[in-house]
């Protein structure tokens, strides 16, 4: 099994700037894409961005020009680099990895247990 821990979050001002990372270990033949999601309370979990194996990135336009998606395949890591923070960026965080375990198993999306990001003064 792939197991994915995010660490970074926390309390920022407006304007401020984070950065969430999230390792996955255990069991791993290989990751595909990875994506960091958010949801905020009363609202549906939101993609946030997508970076591939490859390093193609994709992000909300939400996000466009404030975030940055990251990773480091020695590592298995994914970061996201958040600037500008606003206060409608408080959420929990998520990250999500499609990996396969092993080599004769299919792929799965496997998810952190999330991280709380909150913008307040």
Known sequence: Q?????????????GGSLRVSCAASGSI?????????RQAPGKQRELVATITSSGSTNYADSVKGRFTI???NAKNTVYLQMNSLKPED???????????ATMMSPAYDYWGQ???VTVSS
């Open 90 to 100: 408080t959420a929990v965080y998520y990250c999500n990895a499609y990996a396969k």
């Open 29 to 37: 033949f290989s990751i595909n894409a990875m994506a960091w999601y």
């Open 70 to 72: 990251s990773r480091d």
């Open 114 to 116: 999330g991280t709380q």
């Open 2 to 14: 792939v197991q994915l821990v995010e660490s970074g979050g926390g309390l920022v001002q407006p």
